[in-house]
């Protein structure tokens, strides 16, 4: 007698279940490496290396996210400069976010 699980090996539909259950799993797995990479990546700021600017930065087409075509140039020129140490465009493309280089960092003692 052959097996329950051979039975069904030459049946396409189940050839689908099974392959969709495995992207399923594949899919799963990665959000969840993409889920810890993003959070070891966060770091604290002073709130005084930081300086965020209002931007019109919207892109045309989808006006819930930021227009990556002009945005990368911006902020490319940005981190060249040596007075800045990184420069962000939030999801909208409304606000720019630009820190301070450490050499330029001087913390404000109130």
């Known amino acids: 007698m052959e097996p329950e699980w051979t039975s069904d090996a030459h049946d396409p539909t189940s050839k689908r279940k099974r392959m969709r259950f495995q992207l399923t799993v594949l899919a799963i797995a ?60 939030n999801r909208a493309g409304t606000l720019m976010a630009i820190e301070d280089a450490l050499q330029n960092y001087r913390p404000n003692h109130d």
Do not use: H
């Not at 990479?37 to 709130?47: C, D, G």
């Not at 919207?58 to 007075?83: D, F, H, M, N, S």
């Open 30 to 89: 990665g959000l969840f490496c993409a889920g810890n990479a993003r959070a070891e990546n966060k770091k604290v700021l002073p709130p005084d290396r930081v300086s965020i600017y209002q931007v019109s930065l919207v892109c045309p087409a989808a006006p819930q996210i930021g227009y990556g075509t002009r945005a990368k140039p911006v902020l490319l020129a940005l981190e060249r400069e040596t007075t800045v140490a990184e420069a962000w465009l």
